[in-house]
């Protein structure tokens, strides 16, 4: 690839570089497997690139690029053998000194969401990124009016997960 190409593709990565982070951080829950699968989206996006044509925005193509590399890797990892995190273990025996209620009620939050289906995941995330249904659509590869109706589902589901 051209240079001019490359450049393109970096200063739009950077610029759009949370996007990423974003879903990594819903389909992960460690910093290791963060940086894997945002290792693989941004490889993923640098492969697909010379195929953008621009016909959408640059982050909503990413968007897509980013979510069905992390749903694709994510039922993979389904098929492996299912650990403990020792951290998890260790942080549950620490006690905590602060009290941060906005990062408690974010954190259960992410932990509702992760118990969501994969493209529930994907909806719901669009969603809390303030995309409009259209762009939601485009994205997901799913008709306005579908998005709309597995919206306000999941918005009922998170109702009672949190709420049990």
């Known amino acids: 690839m051209d240079k001019e190409l490359e450049h393109s593709f970096v200063t739009k990565l950077e610029k759009n570089q949370n996007i990423v982070h974003k879903v990594c951080r819903l389909y992960t829950s460690t910093p290791d497997a963060h940086n894997d699968l945002f290792q693989e989206i941004t490889i993923q996006l640098w492969k697909a690139y010379p195929k953008f044509r621009g ?3 640059f982050s909503t193509w990413m968007y897509r690029v ?9 039922r993979k990892s389904k098929n492996s053998v299912p650990t403990q995190n020792y951290e998890n273990i260790l942080n549950n025996l620490k006690a ?10 974010l954190k259960l939050m992410y932990d509702a969401i992760k118990q969501l289906s994969d493209v529930e995941k994907a909806l719901i995330f669009l969603y809390l990124e303030d995309k409009n249904y259209k762009e939601i659509s485009d994205t997901l590869g799913i008709t306005e ?15 009672t997960i949190l709420n049990p």
């Open 145 to 159: 009016v579908n998005a709309r109706v597995k919206m306000n589902r999941i918005k009922s589901k998170l109702r």
């Open 96 to 105: 905590s000194e602060y009290n941060d209620a906005e990062e408690q009620q």
């Open 66 to 74: 980013a979510l069905n590399t992390a749903i694709t890797l994510y």
């Open 55 to 57: 016909e959408a925005k």
